[in-house]
């Protein structure tokens, strides 16, 4: 954004009152000037000195000045259309245009749901509210009420209070165990570590009871990060902890990356995605797939290929691990994307091709060469796989 | 991983109206100013030049010259007033937008990857404003205005803009032209050069409901004065016009009964709304949605529909969702990436996958490897309840 921002420096310089000093003075400046003139004639005029040559001399005062304005305001517009030279380099692609999507009273319906949703998940309760309001979007009072019970919660653990967190990990202790999660204890260890970073001087006395009181249960699972923090002791006060071997335990990273923690367990307690929905479309939509699909459009175009807009894309958007949710799997042969009709099918010697693949591949006598390596296997005893 | 790094250029597609709304913003500032020193100035040089002549002409009374100057002096003054308060209320604003709008797209260009938690808030920001310009658009200025509070982004958003278009759009729902005809007349040119022919149209609605009302001395004398402009490119349609005047409001006449059909004026609401936005380089559906196409489109899978394989982290999995993402296409893979329904975690490298050898169900080796070390060496295929060795699984690859 350099351009555009440069432009920006000149045009606020010309059109400030201050008397830069620039090709042309302010028009301030120039009124001001005018004003002056006219005033002293005014002043001549009243005292009687004033003869027919002081009216021409106005009469030209007044041309040079409505001049120098006219220059000023040229040079403004001057920067002006740079400006709006550099915004067009800069983007140089206009926005697709696209016929009215999620139009339908449906779709519009399950878009209200969506934001509404998002508001609540997100913690802006009030927008919510009154987004419901304005909207006719119904959101039941118990999904409500468990989206205002994580706010609170995670509020609490912004301000470091552990409390609420340590009371829902308890209770869904279970469900916490079943997915390897180490919430519990790594809101015990937080505390610990917050009394014993403190400035208070008995800090390092309330960090040990801590320990005492709630580190045990946890010694099956977390032996060596118990014996790691008890060990923080000797390296008191906290700059000889950040000098020490264990400086990670000193980062203000390990309390806050706990919010998102709980967050994510919470949520899949009552079955909703880890991540928010709507960032996570608007993400990969707005980081880049919308302008590949654009291009693969245009491609299209100039090859005059038709491609049918409720099929398939025409090219591909790759993705981060962290937005796979499911197996994909296009054979090695065909390059197509299998589905329930050509499903994956594995050979006797281990490899996966597509039904369709598979069966043109086959030789009379139902026997299957396999591409990749010299192995021959019967038809019939391929698996269909499921990933 | 080059997955992670940022897509600058697909991120800057959709900021084209962020940067440019500001920018045309100022430059009516800028024409309004110019017509004020035109006005006024204009008017000053008259005066100076009209003393200064007759002043040669005839013994000057000075009266009256200081009555000219008098009145030059005001001018001057009034000028001088107009512009500072254009310049405060209107110029300075402006400007401070545009700066602050640049400055918050500069501070993306700086950040490299997306786990760089900087992008995160910048993200969320735009999801902020996305929502913002989607509620303007439909209605619920409440809602719009509640965000920019809450999230601070008032000067990144554009809510008097939609405004004006309520304000016009409203007017047209009460069947009144006026209000935008007053916005074609302020934004003729450049309405020319787009070929756009609102105004025409606009003129007809107004000439239709004059000929409903029976008015027709007023009608012709209405279309002679604005519709015959328009001669050169819309002929036929006056000719169509005049004849109109030869059928009543209730006519079954087909080309007739479609002219005095009342859903013109939502057709003249939805024109309108076209032009505007063109004009202000406004795309003609919100920006959520066309993030949300491409989103959708990029996750669509036919596993998404099928409840076998449902996994709940999916946004098209979800049921209000996935009924947006039916009319987006599917995303296409020319490769292989499969996902152990297990861990949830992709299966690369040394990790190979296994298949049960009745089912044919396939998770990840390590998976397996360790539910077998738990349980003496058997595993049990959570979906379809199949135990078997360890030993029996098949490896792919």
Redesign the interface.
């Given at each position: 954004m350099e351009g555009p921002l440069k432009e920006l420096g000149r045009l606020e310089k010309l059109v400030s009152d201050s008397s830069w000093k620039g090709k042309t003075p302010s028009i301030n400046d120039s009124l001001d000037s005018l004003l002056h003139s006219l005033r002293e004639v005014k002043d001549r005029l009243q005292v009687g000195t004033a003869t027919d040559e002081t009216l021409t001399i106005l009469s030209k005062t007044v041309e040079t000045r409505k001049k120098e304005i006219d220059d000023r305001q040229k040079e403004v517009y001057n920067a002006l259309a740079k400006m709006g030279k550099a915004l067009d380099k800069k983007f140089h692609t206009p926005l697709p245009t696209y016929s009215p999507l999620f139009f339908s009273p449906e779709a519009n319906a399950a878009l209200e749901r969506t934001i509404a949703l998002h508001f609540l998940r997100t913690g802006q309760f009030n927008t919510a509210e009154t987004f419901i309001e304005e909207s006719s979007v119904d959101i039941d009072d118990d999904t409500r009420r468990q989206f205002k019970k994580l706010h609170e919660i995670v509020t609490a653990l912004r301000e470091q209070d552990i409390g609420p967190a340590l009371q829902w990990a308890e209770r869904n202790r279970e469900f916490l165990h079943n997915r390897s999660s180490p919430l519990e204890f790594l809101l015990h260890r937080s505390r610990y570590l917050r009394f014993l970073t403190s400035n208070d001087a008995r800090g390092q006395y309330a960090a040990i009871a801590y320990a005492q009181d709630h580190f045990p249960p946890f010694y099956g699972q977390h032996e060596s990060e118990i014996r790691q923090l008890m060990g923080c002791l000797l390296y008191m006060p906290i700059w000889r902890l950040i000098a020490s071997p264990y400086a990670n335990l000193a980062s203000p990273s390990l309390h806050l990356d706990l919010e998102p923690m709980f967050a994510k367990e919470y949520c899949a307690s009552l079955g909703m995605s880890r991540q928010v929905p709507l960032r996570v479309v608007g993400d990969i939509g707005g980081g880049g797939a919308l302008a590949r699909i654009e291009k693969g459009r245009k491609v299209m175009r100039e090859r005059k290929s038709e491609w049918s807009h409720s099929e398939e894309l025409p090219i591909e958007i790759p993705l981060p691990p962290e937005n796979r949710y499911h197996s994909i799997f296009a054979c090695p042969v065909s390059k197509e994307q299998s589905t329930d009709q050509n499903p994956p099918m594995m050979m006797g010697c281990g490899h996966v091709i597509t039904k369709d693949s598979l069966q043109k591949l086959s030789k009379p006598g139902g026997r299957v060469k396999c591409p990749y390596c010299p192995v021959e296997s019967q038809l019939s005893s391929a698996l269909r796989v499921h990933f | 991983?080059s997955?992670?790094k940022?897509?600058t250029?697909?991120?800057?597609?959709?900021?084209?109206?962020f940067?440019?709304v500001p920018?045309e913003n100022?430059?009516k500032v800028?024409r309004s100013?110019?017509k004020n020193?035109e006005k006024e100035?204009g008017a000053?040089?008259t005066a100076?030049?009209a003393?200064?002549k007759r002043?040669?002409l005839e013994s000057?009374d000075?009266e009256d010259?200081?009555e000219a100057?008098?009145g030059?002096?005001t001018r001057?003054?009034n000028?001088?007033r107009k512009?500072?308060d254009l310049?405060s209320s209107s110029?300075s604003p402006t400007?401070g937008v545009?700066?602050e709008r640049?400055?918050h797209?500069?501070s993306v260009?700086t950040m490299q990857t997306?786990k760089d938690p900087e992008f995160a808030r910048w993200?969320?920001t735009?999801?902020d404003r996305?929502?913002v310009d989607?509620?303007l658009r439909n209605g619920?200025e409440?809602?719009a205005k509640?965000?920019a509070d809450?999230r601070g982004i008032e000067r990144l958003v554009d809510i008097d803009l939609f405004s004006d278009i309520r304000r016009i759009a409203d007017a047209l729902k009460q069947r009144s032209c006026a209000e935008a005809l007053v916005w074609c007349s302020d934004n003729k040119s450049a309405l020319r050069k787009v070929k756009n022919t609102l105004e025409f149209d606009l003129r007809l609605q107004e000439y239709i409901e004059l000929a409903r009302a029976g008015k027709n001395i007023d009608a012709i004398a209405y279309s002679k004065k604005y519709l015959l402009p328009w001669q050169e490119t819309h002929l036929p349609q006056i000719r169509q016009a005049s004849a109109l005047l030869c059928f009543p409001p209730n006519t079954t006449c087909s080309p007739y009964k479609r002219l005095y059909d009342l859903s013109r004026w939502n057709t003249l609401i939805q024109s309108f709304r076209l032009a505007f936005y063109n004009l202000s380089?406004l795309?003609?559906?919100p920006?959520?949605?066309?993030?949300?196409?491409?989103?959708?489109?990029?996750?669509k899978?036919?596993?998404?529909y099928?409840p076998q394989?449902k996994?709940?982290?999916?946004?098209v999995?979800?049921p209000?969702?996935g009924?947006?993402a039916?009319?987006v296409?599917?995303?296409?893979?020319?490769?292989?990436?499969?996902?152990c329904?297990i861990t949830?975690?992709?299966i690369d490298g040394d990790n190979m996958?296994m298949?049960f050898?009745n089912?044919?169900?396939?998770y990840s080796g390590e998976e397996l490897e360790d539910m077998a070390k738990k349980n003496v060496g058997i595993v049990k295929d959570p979906?379809t309840g199949e135990a078997c060795e360890f030993s029996m699984l098949?490896?792919?690859?």
């Open positions: - | 991983m997955v992670n940022l897509n250029e697909g991120i800057m597609l959709f900021e084209q109206p940067a440019r920018y100022y430059r800028f100013s110019q020193i100035l000053v040089q100076a030049n003393i200064a002043a040669k000057r000075a010259a200081i100057v008098d030059m002096i001057v003054e000028l001088k512009l500072a310049q110029g400007l545009m700066r640049f400055q797209l500069m260009e997306t993200a969320d735009r999801l996305w929502l989607w509620s619920k409440k809602t509640m965000i809450d380089t795309p003609s559906e920006l959520l949605h066309l993030a949300m196409y491409a989103g959708l489109a990029s996750l899978l036919p596993a998404c099928d394989t996994n709940v982290d999916c946004p999995c979800d209000t969702l009924k947006l039916e009319e296409p599917f995303s296409h893979h020319v490769n292989s990436t499969i996902v329904r949830g975690r992709i996958p298949a050898p089912s044919g169900q396939v979906k098949r490896r792919l690859f």
